[in-house]
C-alpha cells in the first residue's frame, strides 16, 4: 500500500492532469509484484477539456508507510 500521485504533462513540461490516490484506496494498493492496479484517463485536462493528439510524459510517484518512495515516467500516446 502506498500513496500514489499521477501527474500528466506535456513534453513542454505543462502540468495537465493530477491524481491522487490515499493508501487502501483504488490506485493506491497493490501486491509484491505484477501490475493489479489500473487507472483510467479520459484524455481531459484539469479544466475537462479534451487534450491534443501527441505524446504525454506521465510521472508515478509512489510514497510508502515505511517512509520509502518510488517514482516512474511513463510515455502515454493520445490519438482520436
Known sequence: ???????????????????????????????GSGFTNEVIWDGKNGQGVTVANGMYLTEIKAEFSSGGQEIQIRRIGVVK
Open 1 to 31: 500500500d502506498a500513496t500514489v500521485t499521477i501527474r500528466i504533462y506535456t513534453l513542454l513540461g505543462d502540468l495537465v492532469k493530477t491524481f491522487e490516490f490515499g493508501a487502501g484506496s483504488s490506485g493506491g494498493t497493490g501486491a
